[in-house]
């Protein structure tokens, strides 16, 4: 179960399987928005990102393997992607977690960026890591869509890492 926006890193107000995204999509952008605002929270410091701090394994417990598998196929695959495409770097990655994970270069000027229709503070990470605290999904979904749509016009085409 996709843990809460504002407790996904303190194991509470975790979503019930009814509020769950519907969709690889939907679920990728919540990803998406979750780990670039907690990186830019954490800029310039590395961290490890594990699929813990968004999945609520305690209460899928072993009653729905197969809800689990996705929710971790989907973390792996998101975090995987946004290393592809620039956005994000990692030293190394075993099992469920990803270590030494620092925005790069794009990914800091993406979310430095602001948000369309304005020229002034807040910055799209800054919107992103209030989003997070809020736990409003709609608005963090629409923010991923726009950092990504910039970085489009940013970041070369996407090339595969090999990792």
């Known amino acids: 179960m996709f843990k809460g926006l504002a407790g996904h890193l303190k194991d509470r107000n975790v979503h019930s399987i009814n509020a769950l ?3 690889n999509i939907e ?3 919540c990803y ?3 780990i670039l605002g ?3 929270r954490n800029f310039p410091l590395p961290i490890t ?3 813990e701090h968004f999945i609520d394994y305690k209460g899928l417990g072993d009653n729905n393997r197969e809800a689990l598998e996705k929710e971790e196929n989907l973390f792996l695959a998101t975090v995987k992607w946004l290393a592809d495409i620039g956005y994000i770097h990692f030293d190394g990655m075993s099992g469920v977690a990803f270590y030494e994970v620092v925005l790069t270069n794009s990914g800091l000027l993406i979310l430095r960026a602001y948000p369309e229709g304005t020229d002034c503070a807040p910055t799209l990470g800054e ?3 209030q989003c997070i605290k809020d736990d409003n999904t709609a608005d963090l979904r629409a923010l991923v869509t726009q950092a990504l749509s ?3 016009r940013m970041i070369s ?3 595969r890492s090999g990792i």
């Open 32 to 34: 998406t928005g979750l």
């Open 127 to 129: 919107k992103l890591a």
């Open 38 to 40: 907690h990186l830019y």
């Open 21 to 23: 995204p519907s969709n």
């Open 49 to 51: 990102l594990t699929a």
């Open 150 to 152: 910039l970085g489009v």
């Open 157 to 159: 085409p996407m090339s």
């Open 27 to 29: 679920l990728f952008d």
